[in-house]
């Protein structure tokens, strides 16, 4: 059975509290494991979640403040101390590539993992089956597979959009390409069964029976992870039609300017985002020290129009995907 489900490493925004470590958060997709913003202690979250190095298959940072990037330098060594079978992709912005450079150096230690640097250099597709398929054709003859021997295959394409913040930080979408639900009824009806299905599936038609006839359109789920941001266009962009949407709310909203001054969102700003967009589960996280009610920000993001499934992050949580739309 597939999991599709996300593992909060750590919810604390600028300084780790007693209860909350700098941010960290794994999105586990059938088989892929992306580590978004390691901050500081994240390799050992990751013991205390049961999140393993072998899981990772990419990390994508948003910028390079301490608080989303610390960590990196105990997650790469942890990697290749264990040996990690297949290539891991790093996603970050070109600008920091000078940090992530000597966060990947900090100490010294044996490198025995292909670790490949992806710098974002503008909004865009960072990776899709498509273009895997066709760079690791010329390099392995197995098509669909992402560089390097036993990496697993790309089931997803990964964007990048830019946000607004002090320093260049993008934000990270994930979308399943679309797909067909098969409906036994139809088959049963037109005599298709067993291998027959497979066949149809691949060639979209069989004995006169076209794929279209015994199957229904199933739209590939969206996930999306928003951090250090004020509101701008790339935060809708990656909010729309989500599944799952992870995204700050640092402020209150009582503390509005604030959050605009340092490039922040609020609870509400947040929770009117995923209402406008169409999100289904609400995943907030990136809490400042300086308020010690959580369900506050739950109550200001319900206030601001979000009726779908809402969750205010805590460390070690795990938040399943919900499942696709139409089965």
């Known amino acids: 059975m597939s999991l599709r489900e996300l593992v909060v490493l750590g919810t604390a925004s600028q300084v780790p509290t007693r ?19 390691p901050g500081e202690g994240t390799q050992r979250q990751m013991v205390r979640a049961g999140v393993a190095a072998h899981d990772l298959t990419r990390i994508c940072v948003t910028h390079f403040h301490g608080d989303h990037s610390l960590g990196l330098a105990g997650v790469i060594q942890r990697i290749n101390l264990d040996r990690v079978p297949h290539p891991v992709t790093a996603h970050f912005p070109a600008s920091g590539a000078r940090f992530f450079e000597r966060l990947r150096y900090a100490t010294a230690y044996r ?5 490949r640097e ?13 273009a895997d398929a066709d760079a690791a054709q010329g390099r392995s003859g197995r098509p669909g597979w992402d560089s390097g021997e036993g990496a697993a295959r790309v089931p997803f394409t990964l964007y990048a959009e830019k946000l607004s913040h002090p320093v260049e930080a993008y934000g990270y979408g994930l979308v399943e390409p679309d797909s067909r639900r098969m409906l ?27 794929l279209e006839d015994v199957s229904e359109p ?18 809708y962009a990656l909010a729309e039609g989500c599944d799952m949407l992870v995204i700050e709310s ?7 300017e604030l959050a605009r ?17 169409g999100v289904r589960s609400l995943v907030l996280t990136h809490f400042s020290q300086r308020y010690s009610d ?22 070690l949580m795990r938040v399943p995907v919900p499942k696709r739309r139409g089965g």
């Open 19 to 37: 209860h909350r470590n700098h941010n960290g958060y794994a999105l586990l997709w059938d088989g892929q494991g992306i580590l978004f913003d």
């Open 111 to 115: 490198e025995t993992v292909v670790l």
């Open 118 to 130: 992806a710098p974002v250099t503008g909004p865009g597709v960072l990776a899709s089956p498509e």
């Open 184 to 210: 036994p009824e139809r088959l049963a009806a037109h005599g298709i069964a067993g291998p027959d299905v497979g066949r149809l599936q691949r060639e979209g038609e069989l004995r006169g029976v076209r």
């Open 218 to 235: 199933r739209r590939g789920q969206r996930f999306a992870f928003v951090m250090d941001t004020r509101l701008c266009d790339g935060v």
């Open 250 to 256: 640092t402020f209150l909203d009582e503390d509005a």
């Open 261 to 277: 001054e340092y490039g922040h969102l609020t609870s509400g700003q947040a929770g009117r985002v995923a209402a406008e967009s």
């Open 294 to 315: 959580p369900s506050a920000f739950a109550r200001e993001a319900r206030a601001a129009g979000f009726e779908g499934e809402l969750t205010v992050a805590e460390d």
